[in-house]
Antibody, heavy 114, light 109 residues
Framework: QVQLQESGPGLVKPSQTLSLTCTVS??????????WSWIRQPAGKGLEWIGL???????RYNPSFRSRITMSIDTSKNQFSLNLSSVTAADTAVYYC??????WGQGTLVTVSS | QTVVTQEPSLTVSPGGTVTLTCASS?????????PNWFQQKPGQAPRALIY???NKHSWTPARFSGSLLGAKAALTLSGVQPEDEAEYYCLLYYGGAWVFGGGTKLTVL
């Protein structure tokens, strides 16, 4: 059974870079999904698609984040990552990783505060 | 700015049938938007239900079905159960980017 687990700091200071990693277990990251996504959800609000990365390393980003976002994938570690720079309080949210095969992580709360 | 619109809230009786819809500000939703549907209960991560308009995941209960209804994507729940009370989100594809709808809060009463 494929499982996804987000990891990273729960607290990030304003203007710094938010860095999260999603570890895929229960199978190879290269065979379980064609692409992998990051989604976030501020408290009490809806879901927001952040971007995706294909197993090839190609990326597609939400235009709202394009200047601040970088995604990468490490197939040898079965992991993919998100970097979001110049964060503000508006970036405070639960961040989810997911695969196009329908698997989601449990989510990790990231708070932006000094 | 592309906007995906869902009903903010719907109420259905147990055992009943309800259809949730998903509209695009760009025009009619077609299969080329690869509509996805997700269910989210309070305090939980979203759970994928439907992909590419009408395809179910292995864990999707049979009472959930996806379709195109007029100019919208639709999620129909037949024989609603109390445990179906949740927030439902659709997700549409726009040539390289995806956009979530605002969600529909489904109450089973």
């Amino acid at each position: 059974q494929v499982q996804l687990q987000e990891s990273g700091p729960g607290l990030v200071k304003p203007s710094q870079t938010l860095s999260l990693t999603c570890t895929v277990s229960g199978g190879s990251i290269s065979s379980n999904s064609y692409y992998w996504s990051w989604i976030r959800q501020p408290a009490g609000k809806g879901l927001e698609w952040i971007g995706l990365i294909y197993n090839s390393g190609s990326t597609r980003y939400n235009p709202s984040f394009r200047s601040r976002i970088t995604m990468s994938i490490d197939t040898s570690k079965n992991q993919f990552s998100l970097n979001l720079s110049s964060v503000t309080a508006a970036d405070t949210a639960v961040y989810y990783c997911a695969g196009d095969a329908g698997y989601w992580g449990q989510g990790t709360l990231v708070t932006v505060s000094s | 700015q592309t906007v995906v619109t869902q009903e903010p809230s719907l109420t259905v009786s147990p055992g009943g049938t309800v259809t949730l819809t998903c509209a695009s500000s760009t025009g009619a939703v077609t299969s080329s938007y690869y509509p996805n549907w997700f269910q989210q209960k309070p305090g939980q991560a979203p759970r994928a239900l439907i992909y590419s308009t009408s395809n179910k995941h292995s864990w999707t209960p049979a009472r959930f079905s996806g379709s195109l209804l007029g100019a919208k994507a639709a999620l129909t729940l037949s024989g609603v159960q109390p445990e179906d009370e949740a927030e439902y989100y659709c997700l549409l594809y726009y040539g390289g980017a995806w956009v979530f709808g605002g969600g529909t809060k489904l109450t089973v009463l």
